[in-house]
């Protein structure tokens, strides 16, 4: 296994377009995360999946945000009608739902709104 | 809420010199702590870890050690190298009744330069 993937590694795109970027977990992790992280920030939890199921969302999802992961296995982040502010490192990182829950992170998309 | 600080940096040192990057945090219930460590270009990677009071967390000669009385888990190296350049990140996920509730928070990173 080579650890988490994300595509595309950078994405630039016009303020009011959609983006959609994709997550490959860690092949027997059944747990996904998304963070953001802008810059000299920390990341900021997103969301999360336990298998198909969305357990938990941030107030920092706004209702142009969704994610999916329809069979449990690699997610996807769409943000639609992006804004400026958009503008951020989109992590995912994967774990067990067990134990310390150890998260291993992706390599991030960095998004940037013009 | 739960919360992580970590102290201000930038942070430069000499080669050698001895590193120490304050962490202190706000949880409900007995979280799990961690170090991440993020290298130019690179994604984050676990540094060490800790899961409860007064274990230490060591990993390529860095050491951290969960203080639950201060609430602290500050990250140290007795001899820092060139190739220790990197955005250094404490981290805390709230564990209560045994379960994880999933969510790394992280503190705002500290950037470590060691020079020569």
């Known amino acids: 296994d080579t650890g988490v993937s994300q595509d595309p590694r950078h994405k630039i795109t016009k303020r009011g377009q959609n983006v959609t970027f994709r997550c490959d977990p860690i092949?027997?992790?059944?747990?996904l995360y998304w963070y953001r992280q802008t810059l000299g920030q920390g990341p900021e939890f997103l969301t999360y999946?336990?298998?198909?199921?969305?357990?938990?969302k941030s107030r920092l999802l706004s209702d142009r945000f969704s994610a999916e992961r329809p069979k449990g296995s690699f997610s996807t982040l769409e943000i639609q009608r992006t804004e400026q502010g958009d503008s951020a490192m989109y992590l995912c990182?994967?774990?067990?739902?067990?134990?310390?829950?150890?998260?291993?992170f992706g390599p991030g998309t960095r998004l940037t709104v013009l | 809420g739960n919360s992580v600080t970590q102290m201000e940096g930038p942070v430069t040192l000499s080669e050698e010199a001895f590193l120490t990057i304050n962490c202190t945090y706000t949880?409900?219930?007995?979280?799990?702590l961690f170090w991440y460590v993020q290298y130019p270009g690179e994604g984050l990677q676990l540094l060490l870890k800790?899961?409860?009071?007064?274990d230490k967390g060591s990993n390529k000669g860095f050491e951290a050690t969960y203080r639950k009385e201060t609430t602290s888990f500050h990250l140290e190296k007795g001899s820092v190298q060139v190739s220790d350049s990197a955005v250094y990140f404490c981290?805390?996920?709230?564990?209560?009744?045994?379960?994880?509730?999933?969510?790394?928070?992280f503190g705002q990173g500290t950037i470590l330069t060691v020079h020569p």
């Open positions: 990182a994967s774990s067990w739902d067990r134990g310390y829950n150890e998260q291993f």
């Open positions: 092949s027997e992790h059944n747990r």
């Open positions: 999946f336990q298998n198909e199921a969305q357990l938990e």
């Open positions: 949880a409900t219930g007995y979280p799990s």
């Open positions: 800790a899961t409860k009071a007064d």
């Open positions: 981290a805390l996920i709230p564990l209560a009744g045994g379960t994880s509730y999933g969510k790394l928070t």
